[in-house]
T-cell receptor, first 118, second 113 residues
Framework: DVKVTQSSRYLVKRTGEKVFLECVQD?????MFWYRQDPGLGLRLIYF???????EKGDIPEGYSVSREKKERFSLILESASTNQTSMYLC?????????????????FGEGSWLTVV | AQTVTQSQPEMSVQEAETVTLSCTYD???????LFWYKQPPSRQMILVIR??????QNATENRFSVNFQKAAKSFSLKISDSQLGDTAMYFC??????????FGTGTSLTVIP
């Protein structure tokens, strides 16, 4: 089974703190994603990466950065946390759709990280 | 740009009944993938069913089936014999060849005993 593991399920941070959310996948997937999920807004893409050291901005990149130094690991960084970043963060991974049936032509999600900024 | 629309924010169904969740999408792509994901209260998002656009036959997974209307850009999910464990948020998603995924805003389904 594909495993996408997010290191922290629940975090409480103070305004202004630097926050790291870590994600590891074990499927040798090229793509990795960070989404933010808020009620009524669905999943909004923050950043994605299609290769080591490569990143692309999603729909809501402001206030976030990412790092992908190894293929299996994708980190989301909040340089200076603010209360409006209180949310659930979902990491996901996938192969390139349409190219690798044995890696699953779909996107796989971690369990999510609940971040509260006070 | 691709958009995915789920027009039913909330739905409910009696246990053992059938329910259909709607999804429409907009794209100019000719080949793509469509998905339904389930997110129960535990929050782990899991794949329910997948449809490849070039396949005319509707996908089926046990009690879950889709009605894929490519010309109408419609992709509805039918859940038969609803069970309490089907209570969850359901997301419709569109995937372009490569690495682009687009999600709807979700439909919250409650199965009533």
């Amino acid at each position: 089974d594909v495993k996408v593991t997010q290191s922290s399920r629940y975090l409480v941070k103070r305004t202004g703190e630097k926050v790291f959310l870590e994600c590891v996948q074990d499927m040798d997937h090229e793509n990795m994603f960070w989404y933010r999920q808020d009620p009524g807004l669905g999943l909004r893409l923050i950043y994605f990466s299609y290769d080591v050291k490569m990143k692309e901005k999603g729909d809501i990149p402001e206030g976030y950065s990412v790092s992908r130094e190894k293929k299996e690991r994708f980190s989301l960084i909040l340089e200076s946390a603010s209360t409006n970043q209180t949310s659930m963060y979902l990491c996901a991974s996938s192969s390139f759709l349409g190219t690798s049936e044995n890696k699953g032509n779909t996107i796989y999600f971690g369990e999510g990280s609940w971040l509260t900024v006070v | 740009a691709q958009t995915v629309t789920q027009s039913q924010p909330e739905m409910s169904v009696q246990e053992a009944e059938t329910v259909t969740l709607s999804c429409t999408y907009d794209t100019s792509e000719s080949n793509y993938y469509l998905f339904w994901y389930k997110q129960p209260p535990s929050r782990q998002m899991i794949l329910v069913i997948r449809q490849e656009a070039y396949k005319q036959q509707n996908a089926t997974e046990n009690r879950f089936s889709v009605n894929f209307q490519k010309a109408a850009k419609s992709f509805s999910l039918k859940i038969s014999d609803s069970q309490l464990g089907d209570t969850a948020m359901y997301f419709c998603a569109f995937g372009k060849t490569g690495n682009q995924f687009y999600f709807g805003t979700g439909t919250s389904l409650t199965v009533i005993p």
